[in-house]
């Protein structure tokens, strides 16, 4: 699947935004990729998530893990893409854990995927996670990158649609400065 492709359904089911957004990182950005109205959509999580998975054949991948809340739907569909397990890392008292009789085997050959990446923030809490638990990293994959590429996390990241999103701290936000009202879409 090509990026634009992925950006045909981003932009058919209404999930870019324009405007004033505070994002979960705590950055303001004049552009918000609302995954949900694309996963509301079983046809088209299907079709991103085949196509993310198949960016990780080959990989010998043996679980697929996100974290909650669109990760997860996410891990679920590229698991079933690949044939594997899935799992999901819940938030608990500041950290991401396995609950639910999910676990990491030691050695086990581990996907981390998320929908959105902006500052890496939520996948590199899962890595961490899924190390502490023995297990190896074989890479991160994403829908929509909206680093422009610039996140390194430490382990191969595929993205299905990559875009330089602007961001700012919002002490030097020039929406704030223009007061723009800014909207909190975000699930933290």
Do not use: N
């Not at 405007?19 to 552009?31: A, E, I, R």
């Not at 030097?172 to 400065?177: G, M």
Request: hydrophobic share 40%; with cysteine.
């Amino acid at each position: 699947m090509r990026s634009e492709e992925v950006r045909a359904i981003f932009e058919e089911d209404g999930a870019i935004l324009k405007g004033h957004f505070l994002l979960s990182s705590g950055l303001h950005s004049d552009v918000y990729f609302e995954k949900f109205r694309v996963l509301q959509h079983p046809e088209h999580l299907e079709r991103l998530c085949r196509a993310l998975a198949q960016r990780f054949r080959g990989e010998d991948v043996e679980i697929v893990v996100g974290p909650t809340t669109g990760g997860m739907l996410i891990a679920y569909e590229v698991a079933k893409a690949l044939g594997t397990p899935f799992a999901f890392a819940e938030r608990e008292e500041g950290k991401r854990v396995l609950r639910r009789g999910f676990w990491i085997s030691p050695d086990q050959r581990v996907l981390v995927v998320d929908d959105v990446l902006t500052t890496g923030g939520s996948l590199r809490e899962v890595t961490e996670l899924v190390e502490s638990q023995g297990g190896m990293v074989v890479g991160v994959g994403v829908l929509v990158d909206r680093s422009g590429g610039s996140v390194d996390l430490g382990h191969p990241l595929r993205s299905l649609l990559q875009v330089r999103a602007r961001t700012f701290r919002p002490e030097e936000c020039p929406l704030c400065r223009d007061e723009v009202p800014l909207v909190k879409p975000g699930s933290k």
